[in-house]
């Protein structure tokens, strides 16, 4: 599985987007970059996925480099309630031959301040 | 909607006693998978099941061990409990192996004096 480095904690300030990078430079066609959030001490919440193309939900916007070696999240106007752990996370999907289970690295802690 | 429940959500034990943690997936869903998170740390995978077999093995040690029952909940058993045991245990469930959309549970913290 591909390894993904993420910087080890950012600020925000409340109202303003919140870009959290994420290398995966040993990414694989198959693979997909998955975000997952982490607040404190509670299970940790699925955000987006993509593979190649951009993808935007109701909680954030992935940004996919084209060589796929990169991904930013955004959260285009951050919360109080958005300060958590943020993980980013390579894997393959459905029929892709790996099984399921999730590989957490350190992620990043984002604190958004008043 | 309803979510992933885990039981109980706090529990303590002492040194080699044994602990039986329970998960109920999202209705429908048919893959369960088991974390560990210990304090100050990133969770890890334990195990997980898909349609009652185990379909993955992580870093569980012997002494744990674990099942999905044919309704599709999932229990944890924990026998001759360490204080290095001590951790969060968090479930979470797919529909169908390989997925990644996985959703979690509040967690069960065990304690281990």
């Known amino acids: 599985d591909a390894k993904t480095t993420q910087p080890t904690s950012m600020d925000c300030a409340e109202g303003r987007a919140a870009n959290l990078p994420c290398n995966h430079s040993?990414?694989?066609?198959?693979?997909?970059v998955y975000w997952y959030r982490q607040i404190h001490s509670q299970g940790p919440q699925y955000i987006i996925h993509g593979l190649k193309n951009n993808e935007t939900n109701e909680m954030a916007s992935l940004i996919i480099t084209e060589d796929r070696k990169s991904s930013t999240l955004i959260l285009p106007h951050a919360t109080l309630r958005d300060t958590a752990v943020y993980y980013c996370i390579v894997r393959v999907t459905i029929g892709g031959g790996s099984q399921g289970n999730l590989i957490f690295g350190k992620g990043t802690k984002l604190s958004v301040k008043p | 909607a309803a979510g992933v429940i885990q039981s109980p959500r706090h529990l303590i034990k002492e040194k080699r006693e044994t602990a039986t943690l329970k998960c109920y997936p999202i209705p429908r869903h048919d893959t369960v998978y088991w974390y560990q998170q210990g304090p100050g740390q990133d969770p890890q995978f334990l195990i997980s099941?898909?349609?009652?077999?185990?379909?993955d093995k992580g870093s569980i040690p012997d002494r744990f061990s674990a099942q999905q029952f044919s309704d599709y909940h999932s229990e944890l058993n924990m026998s001759s409990l360490e204080l290095g045991d001590s951790a969060l245990y968090f479930c979470?469930?797919?529909?169908?192996?390989?997925?990644?959309?996985?959703?979690f549970g509040a967690g069960t913290r065990l304690s281990v004096l």
């Open positions: 979470a469930s797919t529909q169908g192996a390989g997925t990644n959309i996985q959703y």
């Open positions: 099941f898909y349609e009652k077999m185990q379909s």
């Open positions: 040993t990414i694989s066609g198959n693979e997909y």
